[in-house]
């Protein structure tokens, strides 16, 4: 089994900055990539940030400039540093892992959700 945990949701300002934390544990054997995705009601989930196991990141064109996203490769953990936050950017936001199993041949990969953090930005 794996788990998929985040934390470090809340509410703040307009202007105001968060920062998520996210980390995988379990039957893992190599993760591929994470990322953050949110949903804010009465819209579908869409991708935030993401990260490869290289370092090499993709963002959403409305958090450019805004959020940055970076890993712990030996902690299996990402995060998501959110600065100028605005009221759009309120939502739950849900971190995503890719990766390889442990104790499989050929290595099968597997994608993991957690449950989710709320963000809440008032204006």
């Known amino acids: 089994q794996v788990q998929v945990v985040e934390s470090g949701g809340g509410s703040v300002q307009a202007g105001g900055s968060l920062r998520l934390s996210c980390s995988a544990s379990?039957?893992?054997?190599?993760?591929?990539?994470m990322g953050w995705y949110r949903q804010a009601p009465g819209n579908q989930r869409e991708l935030v940030a993401g990260?490869?196991?290289?370092?090499?990141?993709n963002y959403a064109g409305s958090v450019k400039g805004r959020f940055t996203i970076s890993r712990d490769n030996a902690k299996n953990t990402v995060y998501l540093q959110m600065n100028s936050l605005k009221p759009e950017d309120t939502a739950v936001y849900f971190c995503?892992?890719?990766?390889?199993?442990?104790?499989?041949?050929?290595?099968?990969?597997?994608?993991?959700w957690g449950k989710g953090t709320q963000v809440t930005v008032s204006s």
């Open positions: 379990g039957n893992i054997f190599r993760i591929n990539a």
């Open positions: 990260i490869t196991s290289d370092g090499s990141t």
């Open positions: 995503n892992a890719d990766y390889y199993l442990m104790g499989t041949w050929p290595s099968q990969s597997a994608r993991s």
